[in-house]
């Protein structure tokens, strides 16, 4: 009996294993992409050496949040801020986009530890770290009962140069993000010596940029571990330089 394959069956072959490998190609696309469905219900930390490039990738997700009607909240540990210009101009509504600063609520304590003068510069260093680090656990306070109510799709969280945060509420917020499907997105600005982001945290990139051009710059967000698929892959884009800066 002859075993040879028909020409239909052959080319019907051919045409099955060609659209599975492009059904995974445009599944690694897909699962490659900085976009909200990938952050959705995870525990996302950006670690910044410079402010840009993490700014613009966090501007991304929420005017794709905004786009989808999501809510978003915006809580920050330090009295930096983003500027809101950049912000509006990338699409924002910067009307619906509530901003929670923490660090505006410690003034009395600031002004309290101010007072110390007999203490060593180590030690008035010790002090401002620690209330820097108390900053940032009352900020994460602030988004467990925001994200408690399940009324946001996107929650940022500046965590600053401190961002050491105990186990317990990483957990938490780990918990709160996967239970609500929300992204939570933590910016952090360490400094050698200082504490990290544990375990918990599900999608760890660092944020660099680059000269593209004369008015262009390439900001780019590097995975270094992703807890859903392998680490290394990337995220590029180029933007305008601010005016007078290029």
């Known amino acids: 009996m002859s075993t040879a394959v028909h020409p239909l069956q052959a080319l019907l072959g051919q045409g099955l294993a060609l659209n599975k490998a492009l059904s995974s190609e445009a599944l690694r696309e897909r699962r490659d992409r900085w976009a909200l469905d990938n952050v959705a219900g995870r525990a996302v930390e950006i670690r910044r050496a410079t402010t840009a490039p993490a700014l613009t990738a966090v501007s991304k997700l929420i005017h794709e949040a905004q786009r989808l009607h999501e809510p978003c909240v915006w809580i920050c540990a330090e009295p930096s ?73 996107l929650v940022v969280l500046d965590l600053g140069a401190e961002a050491g945060l105990s186990m317990p509420i990483q957990t938490r917020l780990s918990a709160l993000a996967r239970h609500h499907e929300t992204a939570l997105v933590m910016l952090t600005r360490p400094r050698p010596g200082s504490p990290q982001l544990g375990s918990l945290v599900s999608l760890r990139c660092v944020g660099v940029i680059q000269r593209a051009g004369f008015d262009r710059f390439a900001g780019e967000i590097h995975i270094e571990k992703d807890k859903r698929r392998s680490p290394g892959w990337r995220h590029v884009e180029v933007c305008h330089g601010p005016d007078g800066m290029c």
Request: glycine share 14%; net charge positive.
């Open 81 to 153: 801020l983003f500027y809101p210009p950049d912000f509006e101009a990338a699409g924002i509504d910067l009307a619906a986009l509530p901003i929670c600063n923490i660090s505006s609520m410690n003034v009395g304590s600031r002004r309290q530890r101010s007072k110390v003068l007999d203490g060593s510069e180590q030690a008035r260093g010790n002090q401002a770290r620690a209330g820097r680090r108390g900053g940032s656990v009352s900020a994460a306070r602030a988004a467990d009962l925001l994200m408690r109510s399940g009324g946001f799709g």
